[in-house]
């Protein structure tokens, strides 16, 4: 049965694709705790891949020799670059897409509904991971229970590819609808890197709003929390020995580290916004200047792609070259975005090429009509 034969192949590579990840993630994180999650992960997903291998060997199907993918290799190199959190979320996403479709075939066998339970359950417990700044599990959790804290969070690689993308597809569009309107060559580059400056100073004021905003959020978060540190300091003292019960610690010995804990204000509030809002009180969410410049830079980079071409030369040339330059951009991008989308990297590129191509064909045509009746 080749379908059966492929779905089998397909999910023993995700399984040991999986492995290999959690393994990594294991050995690149810093808190002991998270990190013995990161190995349990990867042993439930090392029992996974044997059951696959086994479904092979049933229909005769000898398992492969395992090779990471391009998507596990990129997603271990960033978690090493930039830390763990940067890829929880898009790993995270990777394990709801996989439980989705695990569920879709799960309902006749006892084992693959085991299967979907389990990655599931990695998939919220990944979740809470990316919220919990202070490498905790529970807390943010525990937050959203009592319902008067919000929690808010992003992921930095989505944020960084399609912030790319941004650039490059807008500035491409206006970059070929002046060229369209068959403006000179030094109108072009002008219009070209106005529009990189304009998207550029547009992104990065979105971006400190953002990351403004929501420091200011947290800071009313930690003030809510200083109020019932003082209103009721015995309430908060057994929600933060829960806490501490919840990642394995005793329940005397809890409930004793809470009371040292909530001897002092200072070292209370700090303690609560870590454990319980997943907030680092010295950080607050990030700068928002810092923000600001990154996605500043990330929406240059991107938008520079189909300009420079006219620095050098001009005319049918230029335009040629900023299109070919752009399609390999929009390419790299659609690669990009296959880190959290899990689909073919081939696919993923042609589509973004595809669109990006396809807008630029609009406002090109729509340059050629309005220039040809301005000229009239």
Same mark, same amino acid.
């Given at each position: 049965?080749?379908?059966?034969?492929?779905?089998?192949?397909?999910?023993?590579?995700?399984?040991?694709?999986? !492995? %290999?990840?959690?393994?990594?993630?294991?050995?690149?994180?810093?808190?002991?705790?998270?990190?013995?999650? %990161?190995? *349990?992960?990867?042993?439930?997903?090392?029992?996974?891949?044997?059951? $696959?291998?086994?479904?092979?060997?049933?229909?005769?199907?000898?398992?492969?020799?395992?090779?990471? @993918? $391009?998507? @596990?290799?990129? /997603?271990? $190199? /960033?978690?090493?670059?930039?830390?763990?959190?940067?890829? @929880?979320?898009?790993?995270?996403?990777?394990?709801?897409? !996989?439980?989705?479709?695990?569920?879709?075939?799960?309902?006749?066998?006892?084992?693959?509904?085991?299967?979907?339970?389990?990655? @599931?359950?990695?998939?919220?417990?990944?979740?809470?991971?990316?919220?919990?700044?202070?490498?905790?599990?529970?807390?943010?959790?525990?937050?959203?229970?009592?319902?008067?804290?919000?929690?808010?969070?992003?992921?930095?690689?989505?944020?960084?590819?399609?912030?790319?993308?941004?650039?490059?597809?807008?500035?491409?569009?206006?970059?070929?609808? !002046?060229?369209?309107?068959?403006?000179?060559?030094?109108?072009?580059?002008?219009?070209?890197?106005?529009?990189?400056?304009?998207?550029?100073?547009?992104?990065?004021?979105?971006?400190?709003?953002?990351?403004?905003?929501? *420091?200011?959020? %947290?800071?009313?978060?930690?003030?809510?929390?200083?109020?019932?540190?003082?209103?009721?300091?015995?309430?908060?003292?057994?929600?933060?020995?829960?806490?501490?019960?919840?990642?394995?610690?005793?329940?005397?010995?809890?409930?004793?580290?809470?009371?040292?804990?909530?001897?002092?204000?200072?070292?209370?509030?700090?303690?609560?916004?870590?454990?319980?809002?997943?907030?680092?009180?010295?950080?607050?969410?990030?700068?928002?200047?810092?923000?600001?410049?990154?996605?500043?830079?990330?929406?240059?980079?991107?938008?520079?792609?189909?300009?420079?071409?006219?620095?050098? !030369?001009?005319?049918?040339?230029?335009?040629?070259?900023?299109?070919?330059?752009?399609?390999?951009?929009?390419?790299?991008?659609?690669?990009?975005?296959?880190?959290?989308?899990?689909?073919?990297?081939? $696919?993923?590129?042609?589509?973004?090429?595809?669109?990006?191509?396809?807008?630029?064909?609009?406002?090109?045509?729509?340059?050629?009509?309005?220039?040809?009746?301005?000229?009239?």
């Amino acid at each position: 049965m080749p379908d059966q034969s492929k779905i089998f192949l397909q999910n023993l590579k995700d399984e040991r694709n999986a !492995v %290999y990840l959690y393994r990594a993630l294991s050995e690149i994180e810093k808190t002991e705790q998270t990190s013995a999650i %990161y190995r *349990r992960m990867a042993e439930v997903e090392a029992n996974h891949a044997d059951f $696959w291998e086994k479904k092979l060997k049933e229909i005769g199907v000898e398992a492969p020799a395992f090779k990471p @993918t $391009w998507q @596990t290799r990129t /997603l271990t $190199w /960033l978690a090493r670059r930039f830390g763990v959190a940067f890829i @929880t979320p898009t790993v995270a996403a990777m394990e709801r897409r !996989v439980s989705r479709d695990l569920s879709g075939v799960s309902k006749g066998d006892p084992s693959l509904r085991q299967m979907s339970a389990e990655e @599931t359950s990695h998939a919220r417990m990944l979740a809470q991971i990316a919220q919990s700044k202070s490498g905790g599990i529970a807390g943010s959790a525990l937050a959203q229970l009592e319902g008067r804290h919000r929690t808010a969070g992003g992921n930095a690689l989505r944020a960084a590819v399609l912030g790319a993308n941004d650039g490059l597809v807008s500035n491409l569009s206006l970059v070929m609808g !002046v060229a369209g309107a068959e403006l000179s060559n030094q109108s072009i580059l002008i219009t070209g890197l106005a529009g990189l400056l304009a998207g550029a100073c547009s992104m990065a004021l979105g971006e400190w709003l953002s990351v403004q905003s929501s *420091r200011e959020l %947290y800071q009313h978060q930690i003030q809510i929390e200083a109020q019932e540190i003082l209103a009721a300091p015995e309430q908060e003292a057994e929600e933060l020995a829960l806490i501490y019960q919840s990642r394995g610690v005793e329940k005397e010995q809890a409930q004793e580290m809470a009371r040292r804990i909530m001897q002092e204000q200072d070292s209370a509030l700090d303690a609560l916004a870590r454990e319980e809002l997943g907030i680092d009180p010295k950080e607050l969410g990030g700068s928002a200047w810092e923000a600001a410049i990154t996605s500043f830079l990330l929406f240059a980079v991107g938008a520079i792609i189909p300009v420079f071409p006219f620095i050098f !030369v001009s005319g049918s040339r230029a335009i040629i070259a900023s299109l070919l330059v752009s399609v390999l951009g929009l390419f790299a991008i659609g690669a990009g975005i296959t880190l959290f989308t899990g689909k073919p990297l081939a $696919w993923s590129g042609m589509r973004q090429v595809l669109f990006g191509l396809a807008a630029a064909a609009i406002t090109f045509t729509l340059g050629r009509l309005i220039g040809a009746s301005l000229g009239g």
